[in-house]
């Protein structure tokens, strides 16, 4: 340990990621819009409905592969997130919540994509977007249902608490619904995205870091950080289908919840 | 909003504050995959959806129906078979007092005819013994006429023997009779 300690010391040493690797520069200079990300989020939404168009253009009773493929992605965003969150009338927020299922999906594995590897989702204002307009959607549909003074009202004054109870209750329901919801549904996908490119980072440029490095021992334990970074990524993998999921899954409850008559 | 400044790379960045271009980005990536995905996608998928559920209900009737008409057709067969089993005991029911009938109407025929040659017989007979009987009386008379004459015609010496013989010849002509 000591031995590597004093590596560290004595080379150019080892310049850990942070934030500012995250701050890609544009691609062409006279563009000064036009970065990584914003390509990404642009081909994911080429990628996506072409998928789709695709498997959905001959949709027919006995499915071919392809549309047994996109079916099945789409059965599972109408069924087990809209229907079984939403329940009735879960039809209108189909093409909303399938659209947004997809779109998170695609860009947080974009980040483990060869040659892509890059998460859209880890720019933060994708995650606001995202947040806004969910926000929007389930304010409105509630306002829509109920009128907007009721609507505010049962925010507000949740009824059958006892009275006293409000002075509490109040500001932490208007809080939750007009601030913590949009902001941790931004922020969790966000800090997951961001947190798990970091960790790949790690590992991946620390493998590389050691294998140049002159030391004996560093070479040799190189493939450690690169077997954990390849580790890593399937772990990430996961999160970032589980992050997709949940954005979603989020949504329709919240959207479940400004349509049930009393929360 | 931060701008694009990359010339002062060790800046550092808040990651929490947005580029006002990714925000712009974002939502009309995202509203232009909407758009697609609820015109072009989401109705065919349904439209599958929903033929694939007609199909599958359209199967279950269909089959319900087969089966319906297989209850029919099996109600109908044991009602004609119990039927058809009814009017074969009638049938034979019928076959059988009838049968009855005849055989009673046979019994009684035979027993008149039989009434009738007993009674044919009978009369038969009667008429030859009254037959016999002329005759008889006609035979008698002649053979007394013979015996008298032969009688008469022998020497009358013993005149209480004679009439002995007479007396008994009539006797026993009336015992015979």
């Not at chain 1, 006892?162 to 007009?178: D, H, Q």
């Amino acid at each position: 340990m000591r031995a590597l300690a004093n590596l560290h010391a004595a080379g150019a040493g080892f310049v850990p990621p942070s934030t500012n690797d995250f701050n890609l520069p544009p691609i062409s200079d006279s563009v000064a819009w036009l970065t990584k990300p914003v390509l990404l989020v642009f081909l994911s939404v080429i990628v996506v409905s072409t998928f789709f168009v695709l498997s959905s253009r001959k949709a027919a009773v006995v499915p071919s592969r392809l549309q047994f493929a996109g079916e099945s992605v789409y059965a599972f965003v109408r069924n087990d997130l809209a229907r079984d969150v939403i329940g009735h009338d879960f039809m209108r927020f189909v093409p909303y919540l399938f659209t947004l299922f997809t779109f998170v999906l695609t860009n947080n594995i974009f980040g483990i994509v060869p040659l892509l590897q890059f998460p859209a989702m880890s720019h933060v204002g994708f995650p606001y977007v995202l947040a806004i307009f969910s926000f929007l959607v389930f304010h409105y549909v509630g306002i829509r249902k109920q009128g907007l003074g009721k609507y505010l009202k049962e925010i507000a004054f949740m009824p059958g608490v006892p009275l006293p109870v409000y002075i509490l209750l109040t500001p932490i329901e208007l809080a939750t619904f007009f601030i913590v919801r949009p902001l941790t549904l931004s922020l969790r996908l966000f800090a997951n995205m961001f947190a798990g490119h970091l960790l790949l980072l790690v590992f991946i440029m620390g493998g590389d870091y050691m294998m140049h490095d002159s030391h004996l021992i560093m070479k040799l334990f190189s493939p450690f950080s690169f077997a954990f970074g390849i580790a890593l990524t399937f772990f990430e993998f996961m999160v970032q289908c589980l992050q997709a999921y949940i954005f979603t899954l989020l949504t329709a409850l919240y959207i479940a919840g400004a349509l049930a008559d009393e929360h | 909003m931060r701008s694009f400044n990359f010339a002062a790379e060790a800046e550092k960045v808040n990651p929490l504050i947005p580029h006002t271009a990714e925000l712009v980005v974002g939502a009309i990536a995202f509203t232009l995959l909407f758009l697609v995905l609820r015109k072009a996608v989401v109705p065919m998928f349904e439209k599958a959806f929903t033929a694939r559920t007609e199909a599958i209900e359209g199967g279950i009737e269909r089959a319900e129906k087969a089966q319906l008409e297989a209850q029919r057709a099996l109600v109908q067969y044991n009602e004609q078979l119990s039927s058809a089993q009814g009017e074969a005991s009638k049938l034979r029911e019928e076959a059988r007092i009838q049968g009855a009938t005849i055989l009673e109407e046979l019994r009684t025929k035979a027993q008149e005819e039989a009434a009738r040659i007993t009674a044919t017989a009978h009369a038969s007979i009667e008429a030859e013994r009254q037959q016999a009987i002329t005759s008889l009386r006609n035979e008698v008379g002649a053979l007394a006429v013979e015996l008298a004459s032969k009688i008469v015609g022998e020497a009358l010496d013993d005149q209480a023997r004679q009439s002995r013989i007479v007396e008994r010849f009539i006797e026993d002509l009336e015992k015979s009779k």
